[in-house]
Every structure is written in structure tokens, then in C-alpha cells.
């Protein structure tokens, strides 16, 4: 079976998805390539859609929250009557894609990005991909705006059953809802112990393990948070990631230099072992992006979220906390009282770790596999 993952480069996540799901698809025998929808059609329109991103979710954040909120109600009316700027994008470049996609010949379409989708309801629409079979995967604790405009794409697979309602609201039919969850990395669904896991970390597991997380690039204040954590009083553990984000490491690296104190700090860059971390620890201090969120989930993990981008993650916000399964920082409630109400109210950190148990999918991407493989 030959299976083409598309996606869109706007963050991390995207991508993320869908080499867990082309990983998993491999192992058990398909043949998968990905392939960026905009890479194909113009790398303008490619760089702009990464980097308009990235520079109106950080430095336009009411604008942003603005247009999202007009798109999920159906927004474009406010704006114009026609078509929305993708779908004159997608109208102009369907058959310069219909040609790339002659070359792989897939069975099966995934796509990991609304934008995708878009794409290939349109060259549905135009009957050049009536017999494959398509999936959508959204990748958030929410339907995004358009999903409920790409009626051709056959399935579309969401983060929770919870969501279902949601869903049906926006006009898709349950028939066409996978509610298998959001593929991550199957490491995250591996039993590990956490005493194992403190083991391979150098980790006391007796001791109370915070892991701080600010998204692939690591826009988080840590240094800022770690002065509030440190000044508790209680001996910490902190797990505290940079990603890709060197002048943050350094300034993590001189913080820990200099703290005189009970806690422990452990400083790192972009890893590759976040399962273990997560395993080993109680809790994490994180955005909430829809992959971390989901990894946090598959292992069983407490979250304390900040700083959502509007729009998508401010939805995975609500999702979380409001069926118990996280809480949110801010200036009111800061991340020092936080903390330190959860650790000491040790049957919430109970209830909560039950609350996810009940709702994740930690095998959502073999679920979506066997789904798929399903078709051969």
C-alpha cells in the first residue's frame, strides 16, 4: 500500500504528526512519503504561510485571536463574499500539484494540515482523485476553522470523543469523525517506570520532578519561571528544556551556576528523550501546543499551561482544564502558586493523572494505522 502524508509548514506540530503516523505506516509494511503542499506550489507561498505564522501568532496576538475567532464562526462574510485567499491559492496551483501527485500513485491520502485538506477537496472536486481514499488529522483540542469546508476529504480523525459534539455543530457527519486521537511518537505510549526513567536521567525518584517545556524553539521565560519555582522553598527536581533556543540555555546554565538552594537543575537544549522526562516526572510547564499536549496525555502527566498562542492553543486551554485535566497560569494564578498547590494537594495530582487516563489516546497513532492498513 503506498500512503502520501501531506502537511503545511506553520510550526512544528504539523510535521510532527505526520512522521509519527508515516513511521508507524512503515513499520508495519506501507509504503509513505510526505510531502509540504507548498513546497510544490510556489515557495513564496510556502515561506510566507511559515513565517506569517509565526510572526502574527508571537508579535500580532490580537489580530490574530481576531481573524481566528471570524474564521471559526465563519468569518470570510465579514471580509468579502468570495473565496478565502487558500482557496484561490489552492484553485490556482490544483493541477500543478494533480501532476506531482501522478508521480507517487498513493492508495491513501493523510493530511496533518487544514490547508492540505483544502487542497485535496479541490482536486476531488475536479475528479482527479476519485479513487483515493483521503484522511484528515487535526491536529488540536478543537476543530479548526475550514475543516467543515473539505466535505470530500472522507474521514477526519480528532484529538477526543469529547469533541464529537463540536464537530457535529460545525456540519460534519459523525460517520465521517475518527475520534482516535493525535498521533504522537509511539515511544510515548512504551511502558516506563518512573523510577526507570530517573534512573537513565540521574534522577533522585523520591523527589518531587517538575519538567519545564517552551515548544520546539523555546520561547519560554525560563530563567523568569525558574526564579519563582527555586523560591518555594520545596527541594525540586527541574527538568528544564530550551530547545532551540541557545541564548536560553546559556541563561539557564548561568542561573543554575550561581542558585544556592534545595533544588535541582537540570538544564538542557533540543533532546530527543522527552518521553523519559516525561516519565520521570510529576508535572509539566509547558505551552500548549497540540503535540506536547498530546505526548504530556499519552504519558500520563499533569499540566501546567502558559502563554498559548490565541486562537488554536487557547482552545486546547479550554479543552484541558475544563475536563480536569490541567490548569493555566497566569497573572492572577502565577506559576509559583500553582505548583504549589498541586504538590500540595497530592489527591488532585491523583485525580488528575485519573481524569487523563480515562480521556487520552495514547495509542492514537497504531489506532490510525490499522485504519488505514485496513484498505490493502
Not at 481573524?67 to 478565502?84: K, T, W
Not at 482552545?315 to 504549589?340: C, Q, S
Not at 493523572?353 to 494505522?369: F, N, S, V
Request: with cysteine; hydrophobic share 45%.
Amino acid at each position: 500500500m503506498r500512503v502520501l502524508i501531506l502537511s503545511v509548514t506553520a510550526g512544528f506540530g504539523h510535521h510532527a504528526t505526520g512522521k509519527a503516523i508515516g513511521d508507524m505506516l512503515l513499520s508495519k509494511g506501507a509504503e509513505v512519503h510526505t510531502l509540504d503542499v507548498y513546497a510544490y506550489i510556489s515557495n513564496l507561498v510556502k515561506e510566507t504561510i511559515d513565517k506569517g505564522y509565526l510572526f502574527s501568532s508571537q508579535h500580532m496576538q490580537t489580530l490574530y485571536r481576531l481573524v481566528y475567532q471570524l474564521a471559526e464562526n465563519g468569518g470570510a462574510g465579514y471580509f468579502s463574499a468570495g473565496p478565502g485567499i487558500i482557496q484561490i491559492i489552492n484553485a490556482l496551483g490544483a493541477s500543478k500539484f494533480a501532476k506531482v501527485l501522478v508521480g507517487y500513485a498513493p492508495d491513501v491520502i493523510i493530511c496533518t494540515h487544514v490547508f492540505a485538506a483544502q487542497m485535496i477537496d479541490e482536486l476531488k472536486k475536479r475528479k482527479k482523485l476519485s479513487d483515493i481514499k483521503t484522511i484528515g488529522i487535526v491536529t488540536d483540542y478543537t476543530l479548526h476553522p475550514y475543516w467543515e469546508d473539505v466535505p470530500r476529504v472522507q474521514y477526519i480523525v480528532t484529538a477526543s470523543e469529547l469533541l464529537t459534539y463540536r464537530c457535529v455543530q460545525r456540519g460534519i457527519p459523525e460517520e465521517r469523525i475518527l475520534p482516535f486521537g493525535i498521533p504522537v511518537h509511539p515511544k510515548f505510549n512504551q511502558p516506563l517506570s518512573r523510577e526507570d526513567a530517573a534512573r537513565q536521567l540521574g534522577l533522585d525518584p523520591a523527589r518531587p520532578t517538575i519538567l519545564l517545556m517552551g515548544g520546539s524553539m523555546g520561547h519560554a521565560d525560563h530563567v523568569k519561571t525558574l526564579e519563582k519555582l527555586t523560591a518555594i522553598g520545596l527541594p525540586f527536581q527541574l527538568l528544564v528544556v530550551c530547545g532551540n533556543n541557545k541564548k536560553m540555555f546559556l541563561r539557564v546554565e548561568q542561573f543554575t551556576s550561581r542558585y544556592e538552594g534545595v533544588c535541582t537543575i537540570l538544564p538542557f537544549g533540543f533532546v530527543h528523550n522527552v518521553d523519559v522526562m516525561m516519565s520521570a516526572s510529576d508535572c509539566i510547564v509547558s505551552k500548549p501546543g497540540g503535540l506536547t499536549v498530546s505526548e504530556a496525555l499519552a504519558k500520563n502527566l499533569p499540566m501546567l499551561l502558559a502563554d498559548p498562542i490565541p486562537g488554536h492553543e487557547e482552545r486546547n486551554v479550554d479543552f484541558l482544564v475544563n475536563n480536569g485535566m490541567a490548569a493555566l497560569i497566569t497573572k492572577h494564578f502565577p506559576i509559583d502558586e500553582a505548583v504549589y498547590e498541586l504538590f500540595r494537594n497530592p489527591v488532585r495530582l491523583q485525580c488528575v493523572r485519573q481524569t487523563i487516563k480515562a480521556i487520552a489516546h495514547p495509542d492514537a497513532t497504531e489506532r490510525l494505522a490499522d485504519f488505514v492498513l485496513q484498505w490493502r
